[in-house]
């Protein structure tokens, strides 16, 4: 998958100024789903604020406008500092995601951390409408491209 690195390359271009909506949906359009988010670490509240979402029902944006850490897909993701995958999200009964994470209709999903140098600066999530495993190839690339998120934002 050679989009990641022009979804890396634009984002080293963008110098500190991203247009968060069309990072975004560039990385949704890119891996062939249909939803996602980015949610940037609050270091003063410990909390995931969203910074960008496509495809989410507007009433559960209060819910994921703020996530601890911990707490659903993105929150495991960034506490666990790894990928948090599930190939349906409808089925699931692992608890990992959270009741009103089903409303999304989605399927296939997974949260990555934006980590540069082991550090936390957020999250990223896409989603399919229809069952899915992502693959090692696909994580990594959206670990890369999450790590190019957190550079932009570290500096």
Known sequence: MNHSESIIN????TSGDINWQELLETIISSFDCTTGTIHELDNS????IL???KGIPDFLLPKMSSIP???GMAGIAAERKTPVEMCN???DDSGVARPAAKETKVEGSIAVPMLLEGKLYGTLGIAKPVPYDFTKVESDALMKIGEEIARSISS
């Open 45 to 48: 509240t410990n909390l995931l």
């Open 89 to 91: 999200l409808q089925t």
């Open 69 to 71: 850490i911990g707490k």
């Open 10 to 13: 634009s984002i080293k271009e």
């Open 51 to 53: 910074k960008s979402h």
